[in-house]
């Protein structure tokens, strides 16, 4: 079993839909990181949390810490949001992530 | 200010030859990370530089791969008698702290012909 769990792996969407992705882990965790992969590979940092939940733009991402689960919500998607969606986790004292297997999405005009 | 560098963006390479891809940090990050993403795979840890500190090497996936970094700036991945399998993106990212955000490089592509 994968220490971070991602779902759904696909998600299409139409514009203008809420849209959630789901993070679960099963090890003790220092952090928690959303990050944002557009084709062509550049992968940028969304979020970084250790608890409770952060909000940037329409982008909205909450942790749970208790239930080792976390979700990243894109409010008003917009095709631009199409991208793979990985969630990350720095367990314990490691120093390195560790990564899900990302969520591919696409959002429709 | 300029974010993480990574060069070359692509390199093609024939099986046995050894390839150096080399990363450059944000200015003043101390930690310093080496991912892959072979494809359709996720990311995997390759290797982690914290300053001064005795790098953790825990990820690399062989002897064949090793990395440094100067000055505790530039780091260098050297990948030695390269196989097929080594064909991935590799990835660097630096933060300005243990367990800080990460800003990721534009990646390195490897392709092993």
């Known amino acids: 079993k994968n220490e971070v769990e991602q779902s759904p792996q696909n998600l299409t969407a139409q514009e203008g839909e809420f849209i959630t992705i789901n993070c679960s882990y099963s090890?003790?965790?220092?952090?928690l990181h959303w990050l944002q992969q557009h084709p062509g590979g550049g992968i940028v940092s969304l979020f970084m949390?250790?608890?409770g939940k952060k909000k940037h733009g329409r982008l909205i991402a909450t942790i749970n810490i208790q239930e080792k689960h976390s979700s990243l919500h894109i409010t008003a998607s917009h095709p631009r949001d199409s991208a793979v969606y990985i969630c990350?986790?720095?367990?314990?004292?490691?120093?390195?992530?560790?990564f899900g297997s990302g969520t591919q999405l696409t959002v429709l005009p | 200010g300029a974010g993480v560098s990574q060069s070359p963006s692509n390199k093609v390479t024939e099986k046995g030859k050894d390839v150096e891809l080399r990363c450059d940090p944000i200015?003043?990050?101390?930690?310093l990370y080496w991912y892959r993403q072979s494809l359709g795979q996720g990311l995997e840890f390759l290797i982690y530089?914290?300053?001064?500190?005795?790098?953790?090497k825990s990820g690399l996936p062989s002897d064949r791969f090793s990395a440094e970094r100067t000055g505790g700036s530039v780091s260098t991945l050297t990948i030695q008698r390269t196989q097929q399998e080594d064909s991935a993106v590799y990835l660097c990212?630096?933060?300005?702290?243990?367990?800080?955000?990460?800003?990721f490089g534009p990646g390195t592509r490897l392709t092993v012909t």
């Open positions: 200015s003043g990050h101390t930690a």
């Open positions: 990350a986790v720095r367990s314990g004292s490691a120093r390195q992530l560790t």
């Open positions: 949390l250790s608890s």
């Open positions: 990212a630096s933060s300005s702290s243990v367990g800080g955000r990460e800003y």
């Open positions: 530089f914290q300053g001064n500190s005795a790098p953790d």
């Open positions: 090890v003790g965790i220092s952090a």
